[in-house]
């Protein structure tokens, strides 16, 4: 079945750098576009950015220059670098993908930005 695994969440602090990792298994993960979104406290879950099977990129507004998403085919693994971290860029970070009938996300990874 499908399953995706999000890890690398941690607390860091303003202007620090983390690099999330989504290791992903049970679909043709090379044929799709993944997802990151992220879920801060209170808001809805939104779009971080996205990356298509021959890897072209989009991202929100108020991560471009910041965050870059990757990924690797050979071990079934996209992944968010994310730099120059934010009290804002505080939440629950998680990895999407839409196959023919369903979506399925992972179970999430927290990130927090505090001094």
């Known amino acids: 079945q499908v399953q995706l695994v999000e890890s690398g969440g941690a607390l860091v602090q303003p202007g620090g750098s983390l690099r999330l990792a989504c290791a992903a298994s049970?679909?043709?993960?090379?044929?799709?576009?993944m997802y990151w979104y992220r879920q801060a406290p209170g808001k809805e879950r939104a779009m971080v950015a996205s990356?298509?099977?021959?890897?072209?990129?989009r991202y929100v507004d108020s991560v471009k220059g910041r965050f870059t998403i990757s990924r690797d085919n050979a071990k079934n693994t996209v992944y968010l670098q994310m730099n120059s971290l934010k009290s804002e860029d505080t939440g629950v970070y998680y990895c999407?993908?839409?196959?023919?009938?369903?979506?399925?996300w992972g179970r999430g990874t927290q990130v927090t930005v505090s001094s």
């Open positions: 990356i298509t099977s021959i890897g072209i990129t």
């Open positions: 999407k993908v839409v196959l023919t009938w369903e979506t399925y």
């Open positions: 049970g679909f043709t993960f090379d044929k799709n576009t």
